[in-house]
């Protein structure tokens, strides 16, 4: 019905245990209620509205249909949000054109899309790719023969389409607003080009002399020690490490 009891459950062991939320618990149609009407604040009246939307939704919806609003909605890191943004973004493809290895590549993404993003991570992206392969093949989605294909496929995701020319966030906001009180919503869709009179030679030149300036700021006045101290890995690829760097 939306809701996973068990789910629900397991969480609630690991407040009793810990006395902090660890997990939500969240069945998919509970994440999408979540990233549709509410916010990811971990505090339980949101977890309660989360409850009653995804029964809603089961109730208006079919699966089908949430699972289409699901693979619309969901982010896939570098600004992607949905399976096709995301094909054309690490692939330069249509979600149609992508092959098995691709596809698990992008899913395995949904879980944490910074930790297991195949172009910041690429090492954690080929683990967690090639697991999805597997259980695809264990639950019988794929035959033995694409299985071995896609196992053995490289890690071939690279970013495209236009990258920054430049470092000027307030006044691309500026010009963003400045597009959508003259166009609407039409100014993400239709094609418009905005240009401004920022020169980005000096642009850049002034980005690195505050920077510059900072930081020398900052070594004057000495080191004041380190922002936290972590446990000792426990993991041969101090996966842990970069769990808790992702949360800092």
């Known amino acids: 019905h939306g809701v996973s009891l068990k789910g629900m459950l397991r969480a609630a062991s690991q407040i009793l245990k810990s006395g902090e939320i660890q997990s939500g618990g969240s069945t998919l149609t509970q994440q999408l209620a979540r990233d549709f009407f509410l916010s990811r604040k971990q505090v339980f009246s949101r977890k309660f509205n989360e409850i009653l939307l995804s029964i809603q939704i089961e109730q208006e919806v079919t699966k089908e249909e949430i699972l289409e609003l699901f693979n619309n909605k969901m982010f896939f890191g570098n600004r992607a949000y949905g399976l096709q943004a995301a094909a054309q973004i690490y692939y330069g493809k249509d979600v149609q054109e992508l092959t098995i290895a691709q596809n698990a590549m992008i899913v395995g993404m949904l879980k944490a899309p910074s930790a297991y993003n195949p172009i910041a991570n690429p090492k ?125």
């Open 124 to 248: 954690r992206a080929m683990t967690r790719r090639n697991w999805i392969i597997g259980r695809m093949y264990e639950l019988k989605f794929i035959e033995k023969a694409a299985y071995d294909i896609a196992i053995r496929e490289p890690n071939t995701a690279t970013i495209h389409g236009s990258g920054q020319e430049t470092q000027a966030p307030y006044i691309s906001e500026m010009a963003r607003k400045e597009a959508i009180d003259r166009f609407g919503e039409a100014a993400y869709t239709d094609g418009y080009k905005v240009y401004t009179t920022v020169d980005s030679s000096m642009q850049a030149a002034a980005q690195a002399a505050v920077i510059n300036g900072l930081m020398n700021y900052d070594e004057r006045h000495g080191y004041r020690g380190p922002e936290r101290r972590l446990a000792p890995s426990t993991s041969p690829e101090l996966e842990d490490w970069q769990d808790q760097l992702q949360v800092m």
